[in-house]
């Protein structure tokens, strides 16, 4: 069993800053990308930043120059930090690990308000 857990969201105003942290514990094998994806109220969710085992990282144009995904394997960790927000960036924002041989895990999400 792979246990996903984000935590850091809360509130921010338009233009402040961020971070959230992500870990993974629990039985599996190696984990290859981890990343963040965010679902505001009645749209789909959707990709925020994304990391490989290797350091590939990948952004949606709308979220580039303002977010930095980081990742600390020797921790399972890994981290969304979050700048210049925009009341747009409000959602709920899921940590999710894709294991080379245990499929896919998600957390539950934390919560991300910006206030304009």
């Known amino acids: 069993q792979v246990q996903v857990v984000e935590s850091g969201g809360g509130l921010a105003q338009a233009g402040g800053s961020l971070r959230l942290s992500c870990v993974v514990s629990?039985?599996?094998?190696?984990?290859?990308?981890m990343g963040w994806y965010r679902q505001a109220q009645g749209k789909q969710r959707e990709l925020v930043a994304r990391v490989s085992s290797g350091g590939t990282i990948n952004y949606p144009d709308s979220v580039k120059g303002r977010f930095t995904i980081s990742r600390d394997n020797a921790k399972n960790m890994v981290y969304l930090q979050m700048n210049s927000l925009k009341p747009e960036d409000t959602a709920v924002y899921y940590c999710?690990?894709?294991?080379?041989?245990?499929?896919?895990?998600w957390g539950q999400g934390t919560q991300v308000t910006v206030s304009s």
């Open positions: 999710r690990a894709d294991l080379y041989g245990g499929g896919v895990s």
């Open positions: 629990g039985r599996m094998f190696s984990i290859g990308f």
